[in-house]
C-alpha cells in the first residue's frame, strides 16, 4: 500500500478527524462524529483509498 496522502493533507485529516469524533464525546454529543474516524485512519496510515480510485496523490515524494 504505497502512501498518497502528503503532510499538509496528512495534518488537515488528523485534525478534522479528531474535531469530528469529539463530537460524540462533548458538545452536542451525536453519532455522526463517529464519521472522523475515516479522516482519522486515512491521515494516520497516510492512504486514502478514494485519491487510488481516482488517480490523484498529495504526496511529493510519490509523484515521481
Do not use: H
Amino acid at each position: 500500500m504505497m502512501s498518497n496522502v502528503g503532510t499538509f493533507d496528512r495534518a488537515l485529516r488528523v485534525i478534522v478527524g479528531l474535531a469530528l469524533l469529539s463530537l460524540v464525546f462533548v458538545g452536542p454529543q451525536t453519532p455522526w462524529g463517529w464519521v472522523g474516524l475515516v479522516p482519522l485512519l486515512t491521515g494516520t496510515i497516510s492512504f486514502c483509498p478514494l485519491y487510488r480510485i481516482l488517480g490523484l496523490s498529495t504526496c511529493k515524494r510519490c509523484e515521481s
